[in-house]
T-cell receptor
């Protein structure tokens, strides 16, 4: 099992450009999450999904959109990148239920200039 | 909204010394999870505590969940260089147990 994979690993964008980050998991998890991690601020939830075709906003959703067309994939889109979106992005997934642990992908380091 | 605070933010110890990080929630938690992130890596689940006053051990790591289920601690005995990383606690959101609120983490440096 590959677990949770993320594509790409690194990306540099110019302000105003768009891009999509792909997260894939092969563990048949129902729930999937997108976080951003900035120095000293821990992990902040951007959007999440509790099943195919459903998404919900997290703590910091502005400037991002998501889609979950297939159970195993969760896409994060930036329509018009801003320097404030420079960060490391982590995808995570877990089984449904009250107390299952989250499995994280390796992360995508995004720089917006 | 719910807040999960962790202290200290940074800790430097000599190899062999003990280390403790503390986690405090603004709300009562149904459970608390701990994760470790190595430098340049991704968070990895360590353990979950569910019961009031629960204590769990993993080799040199001891995890405690407070009686009021609003605080938790992670203690490492006789640190090793392999313990280097950032330790995060996380608790379910009050509004939706589907989400976790992460603490800001404690970054541990172990000096050889």
């Amino acid at each position: 099992n590959a677990g949770v994979t993320q594509t790409p690993k690194f990306r540099v964008l110019k302000t105003g450009q768009s891009m999509t980050l792909l997260c894939a998991q092969d563990m048949n998890h129902e729930y999937m999450y997108w976080y951003r991690q900035d120095p000293g601020m821990g992990l902040r939830l951007i959007h999440y999904s509790v099943g195919e075709g459903t998404t919900a906003k997290g703590e910091v959703p502005d400037g991002y959109n998501v889609s979950r067309l297939k159970k195993q994939n969760f896409l994060l889109g930036l329509e018009s990148a801003a320097p404030s979106q420079t960060s490391v992005y982590f995808c995570a997934s877990r089984f449904s239920g009250p107390s299952y642990e989250q499995y994280f992908g390796p992360g995508t380091r995004l720089t917006v200039t | 909204g719910q807040q999960v605070m962790q202290i200290p933010q940074y800790q430097h110890v000599q190899e062999g010394e003990d280390f403790t990080t503390y986690c405090n929630s603004s709300t009562t938690l149904s459970n608390i999870q701990w994760y470790k992130q190595r430098p340049g890596g991704h968070p990895v689940f360590l353990i979950q505590l569910v019961k009031s006053g629960e204590v769990k051990k993993q080799k040199r790591l001891t995890f405690q969940f407070g009686e009021a289920k609003k605080n938790s601690s992670l203690h490492i005995t006789a640190t090793q260089t392999t313990d280097v990383g950032t330790y995060f606690c996380a608790g379910p959101e009050v509004s939706s147990a589907r989400q976790l609120t992460f603490g800001s983490g404690t970054q541990l440096t172990v000096l050889p």
